[in-house]
């Protein structure tokens, strides 16, 4: 393996031209640039979970745990109290993280964490030749629901602000600069950082279009307010129609995080 | 005969038997003796009928006794089920100011609380004291106790005891024995000192009885550095944990049947990421929810299959506190040394049951170093050895790439389903398999009591080793208690039972899941002694059965 180089010798089998690429190349600007920044490279650690997405680690010539389904926020948290100089981002899928591993997500918002989570949003279980997930449109002709799925979708990004998130952001897979300098700042930002990455998938669910139609660029919003946080992230339900889709940050505040706590009053 | 006493103290949930039964066993410490305390309780909070048995003897006796000499009612419940369960001329001293008794002493508990001014639990401080001074116990040693054990209004509680000390007669006169008090701890307490005697940095828990109270232990105790944290569940707990292991930091987990069955995908993860682990699994009567807060040796067969897939694992089931200490401190070196699972077996009543414990024990135990990478040319998280061991390097480590992968993987942990890697990669967690089964042979990993000789040999493990040793002492029989049960220390085992001609298995569950792990290594049983109340086996249980067999 070349340690300069920031990807592995591991053939990528992502669909030709699926987003996840944008997603890899925003991932490998953001480090490349954090470790400009004096981060060094040995304290950055990757986990994920299964699904498209967690091929990603594979890629990427950096620490990794390859994790279960569901479970990689877990693994992540138990990474950054062993060792909080660490730098742990966390690559989960909607499966995995909105339907079989919610309950961490949850907690690990709630307890603010230091950690960061990158979530492969490609609203179906692509890997498994593709089934609905918790942000399926209602109607979402899946394997599984070839009549249209029956459920509505929630909003993560609202789920996890009133969970005790302290930055919350969305970015689009194919608007890379914009994705990396979201990146950035989660991966800077002291607490839990969840970035919601709308990626569609060009094989099962192709909703490029859909997104390039609706998603614009906050601007000078004021993001320290969860109120106003809440009411930006409700635009958009996750429902097909004619919302506007707001990408950018929508709230980061400071709070004592997880670990901090944890040790606050050790000598470990 | 040496001297041998069972004390029954009991009350309603609330009322403080259980520390007042304690407090008892630190009394005859104190006075020489060994001490094994049965503690039976129901899961409320209030009410209903807990009660503690406390076992004194010369000899380190670890059951507990058909019939009490003494017995001790904080209420009329107590009384009333425990009357027919003391010896002829056995004792009962009764709390007067609730109970009608023409049998036994009353002493009025209650009233002296108040009239010195204390708070209704001091009943239990007038119970014990009131007991103290009818056995013939000194005051100085019953003010040594309170002393050291009691927290809160010492000053007060030592009034009571006084006044209630005064206004009782001696009746009998318990002999001090010429031997060293020991320490006293619960098989739970002891799994956590030995854990942290090993380098446990991390205790990751979701409260489930039996195991709960090796985190409480933890959290009271921050001078032994092991930090507690508790997820939102046992699926979190494990995860967590095999993150922090990952990145360097000893880390346990504890549950019971219930929860670890929650953690048994990442049980597998464990395995096929080569993540060291020690997992405290504290039996408790099943299926399913069953019954909190009563024993059965039920979950053997469970954790020594539970998990997808082929890979290496240790089970070790201690039977006492000294066995719990050592085994946790073992158990934990043993994960690190071969990075894979370790689970430690526990019961109940291991857990939860107070032993005498030779403070030799504590300095068995010391963190021994896994191999670690020599920081020369290129890292390989899964380097092929001939062990089976790759050394270790965590993230952070400079010039180093750790990728650790739940998927099957090549040398360097990147995700790989190849033939050929595969059956290499398959092949170096095998190898690990038969280094951890001849590290086994040179570990202490049966323990033989009784009559070496006999041609009649009991195999028995966890709790029920203790009932087992009283059995093979009376009888003049032979007892093997496996401890190390996976990888199964086969030439170990055949050589004990060299020159036996006889087998029977004792534990308390239904379907004699010992009886089937040594039928699977080749060793056939002539007759299982089960018993699956939850209650564990009087001596005079399995002697009945025994000699209905033999």
Redesign the interface.
């Known amino acids: 393996?070349n340690?300069k180089n920031l990807l592995?010798?591991?053939l990528n089998t992502w669909c030709p031209g699926c987003p996840n690429f944008g997603i890899l190349e925003a991932v490998r600007g953001a480090i490349s640039e954090l470790i400009e920044k004096g981060i060094?490279r040995?304290?950055f650690?990757l986990?994920c979970g299964?699904g498209c997405h967690g091929?990603i680690?594979?890629y990427l010539?950096?620490?990794?745990?390859?994790?279960?389904h569901g479970?990689?926020l877990?693994?992540?948290?138990?990474?950054?109290?062993?060792?909080p100089?660490?730098k742990v981002i966390a690559f989960v899928g909607d499966g995995d993280a909105y339907n079989e591993g919610i309950?961490?997500l949850?907690?690990a918002a709630k307890r603010n964490s230091n950690i960061t989570v990158l979530v492969h949003d490609n609203r179906n279980f692509a890997l498994t030749v593709s089934q609905f997930t918790a942000t399926s449109p209602k109607g979402f002709k899946g394997s599984s629901t070839p009549k249209g799925s029956i459920e509505e979708p929630f909003n993560p990004l609202e789920l996890v602000l009133t969970s005790g998130a302290t930055f919350v952001a969305r970015g689009y897979a194919l608007k890379i600069v914009e994705l990396k300098d979201l990146i950035v700042k989660a991966i800077e930002h002291d607490g839990f950082s969840f970035l919601e990455i709308l990626q569609p998938c060009i094989t099962f669910f192709d909703t490029r279009k859909f997104y390039e139609e609706r998603i614009y660029k906050l601007k000078d919003f004021d993001f320290s307010l969860k109120e106003k946080a809440l009411e930006k992230v409700r635009e958009w339900d996750y429902k097909n129609g004619d919302k506007k889709i707001p990408t950018g940050i929508f709230y980061k505040v400071e709070k004592p995080t997880f670990e901090e706590l944890?040790?606050k009053f050790?000598?470990? | 005969m040496s001297k041998d006493y069972s004390i029954l103290i009991g009350g309603a949930a609330g009322q403080g038997s259980r520390l007042a039964g304690n407090l008892i066993a630190k009394i005859f410490n104190r006075l020489g003796y060994q001490i094994y305390v049965y503690e039976d309780y129901q899961s409320l909070i209030r009410g209903g009928h807990n009660f503690s048995q406390i076992r004194v003897g010369e000899k380190g006796f670890q059951s507990r006794r058909e019939k009490n000499d003494f017995l001790l009612a904080l209420d009329k419940n107590t009384l009333n089920l425990h009357k027919k369960d003391l010896v002829q001329n056995g004792l009962i001293i009764f709390n007067s100011d609730r109970i009608e008794s023409k049998e036994g002493v009353g002493v009025q508990i209650e009233r002296i609380v108040k009239e010195m001014g204390g708070i209704p639990i001091m009943a239990n401080t007038a119970l014990i004291s009131a007991f103290s001074k009818i056995v013939g116990i000194d005051f100085e040693i019953l003010k040594e106790v309170f002393t050291t054990e009691i927290k809160k209004s010492i000053d007060l509680n030592l009034k009571i005891a006084k006044k209630t000390f005064e206004e009782t007669k001696t009746l009998l006169k318990v002999k001090k024995l010429e031997q060293k008090p020991k320490i006293l701890l619960t098989g739970n307490e002891a799994i956590a000192l030995g854990m942290a005697k090993a380098g446990l940095k991390f205790y990751f828990a979701y409260p489930m009885t039996p195991s709960t109270s090796i985190m409480n232990f933890f959290a009271s105790r921050e001078s032994l550095n092991v930090k507690v944290i508790q997820p939102e569940n046992e699926i979190s707990v494990i995860n967590m944990a095999l993150g922090a292991a990952f990145a360097g930091k000893r880390s346990a987990v504890g549950s019971s049947g219930g929860g670890f069955a929650l953690m048994v995908e990442a049980l597998s993860l464990a395995g096929q990421s080569e993540t060291p682990i020690l997992i405290v699994e504290s039996q408790r009567g099943g299926p399913s929810t069953g019954m909190p807060t009563y024993n059965l040796q039920g979950d053997l067969s469970f954790v020594l299959s539970a998990g997808h897939g082929d890979f290496p694992r240790f089970v070790i089931a201690p039977g006492d506190a000294e066995q719990c200490f050592y085994y946790a401190g073992l158990g934990l070196n043993l994960a690190w040394k071969y990075q894979t699972p370790v689970i430690l077996l526990a019961d109940k009543d291991v857990s939860e049951n107070t032993f005498s414990v030779d403070e030799k024990i504590f300095g068995l135990i010391k963190p021994e170093n896994p191999v670690f990478w020599d920081k020369k040319g290129e890292y390989k998280r899964y380097k092929i050895t001939e062990n089976g061991n790759s050394p270790l390097a965590f993230a952070g480590e400079k010039n180093a790439i750790v990728k650790a992968n739940s998927y099957e993987h090549d040398e360097f942990g990147v995700s790989n389903d190849e033939e050929k890697i595969v059956e290499k990669m398959q092949e170096k967690r095998l190898k690990k398999y038969v280094a951890m089964t001849k590290e086994v042979e040179k570990l202490p990993a049966i323990k033989v009591y009784g009559k070496n000789k006999s041609k009649t040999a009991l195999i028995s493990w966890g709790i029920s080793k203790g009932v087992a040793m009283e059995v093979a002492e009376d009888l003049g029989i032979k007892l093997i208690q496996p401890i190390i049960i996976e990888p199964f220390p086969t030439k170990q085992m055949k050589k004990t039972l060299e020159g036996v001609k006889k087998i029977f298995s004792v534990e308390l569950n239904t379907s004699g899941q010992m009886a089937q792990v040594l039928n699977k290594n080749g060793i056939k049983v002539d007759g299982k002694i089960l018993k699956y109340t939850g209650r564990p086996f009087l001596a005079k249980e399995i002697e009945a059965k025994l000699k209905r067999i033999l």
């Open positions: 393996m340690q592995t010798y591991c060094s040995e304290n650690v986990t299964i091929k680690v594979d010539n950096l620490n990794s745990f390859y994790g279960l479970r990689c877990c693994n992540a948290q138990g990474i950054k109290l062993a060792n100089n660490l309950s961490h949850i907690h944890v040790f050790s000598q470990f």
